[in-house]
């Protein structure tokens, strides 16, 4: 029965917290994500470090994949104004794919 209430009190805790209960930086990030989410984070991560990183760094791998399913042997030039990217950047990304297919033309 202890427990029953003890969980139910924790409910009745979390749905009484308000964004005003919340630090000026923490109530923007609650803006942005929800106070649920927020709450969620602090109790799966809380006490922790987490470093939030860059979101260029985590579309990385997706914006390399479409870059490469968008290349076509010549739009390096399309390619690099339509990513935000240096033509440099592009020839970079599709030389090893380039490569390879070409290293299995051989065969």
């Not at 917290?17 to 000026?24: F, G, H, K």
């Not at 006490?47 to 860059?54: A, R, W």
């Given at each position: 029965m202890?427990?029953k209430?003890?969980?139910?009190d924790?409910?009745?805790l979390?749905?009484e917290?308000?964004?005003?209960?919340?630090?000026?930086n923490?109530q923007t990030?609650?803006?942005?994500?929800?106070?649920?989410?927020l709450l969620?984070?602090?109790?799966?991560?809380g006490?922790?470090?987490?470093?939030?990183?860059?979101l260029?760094?985590i579309?990385?791998?997706?914006?390399r994949?479409?870059i490469?399913?968008k290349f076509?042997?010549?739009?390096h030039?399309e390619?690099?104004?339509?990513?935000?990217?240096?033509?440099?950047?592009?020839?970079d990304?599709v030389?090893?794919a380039?490569?390879e297919?070409?290293?299995?033309?051989?065969?």
């Open positions: 202890a427990g209430d003890a969980a139910r924790s409910r009745q979390l749905d917290i308000s964004r005003a209960d919340l630090p000026e923490w990030i609650a803006d942005i994500i929800g106070l649920a989410a969620k984070l602090c109790k799966d991560f006490g922790t470090s987490l470093y939030v990183p860059k260029e760094s579309i990385a791998p997706a914006k994949r479409l490469l399913k076509d042997g010549g739009n030039k390619l690099a104004q339509r990513f935000h990217l240096s033509e440099r950047n592009i020839y990304i030389a090893p380039v490569w297919k070409n290293q299995l033309s051989l065969f």
